[in-house]
């Protein structure tokens, strides 16, 4: 494993994890938007990640201890399809007949959790660019 290889597979993981952050921070955002260009609520958004260069788990299960796989790639953005959280608000410019507004689906809660993984995983990486950075000025004192 190389030096760049090392560097390669953090920086997937920064790249990918980066993009979880802007995703959650979307979700955070558009908490209360109750109007969108699709029409309805703000629907909360996920990420979804795979090794990259596909095979999965059993293809990593397989080359243990002689791959140590390409890093990680971001496949897509899904939509949450849950129906969407109804309050009785019947002041609001969105309310139905009934005085219900459709709110979006989003635990506030949930989203700091999953913003503190997503920065924590961030660091990770950071930290094996750092070492990996440090390991490479030290070959070169010898």
Known sequence: MSLFSTLRISASGLT??????DTISSNIANANTTRTAEGGPYRRRDVIMAPRGGGGFARLFGSAGT????GVEV???TKDTSAP???Y???HPDADANGYVAMPNINIVTEMVNMVAAQRAYEANVTVIAA???MAMKSLEI
């Open 85 to 87: 959280r109804l309050v």
């Open 16 to 21: 990918a994890n980066r993009l979880w952050l």
């Open 132 to 134: 990996a950075k440090s």
């Open 75 to 77: 496949i897509g953005i």
């Open 67 to 70: 791959s140590p796989g390409q």
């Open 89 to 91: 608000n019947p002041s």
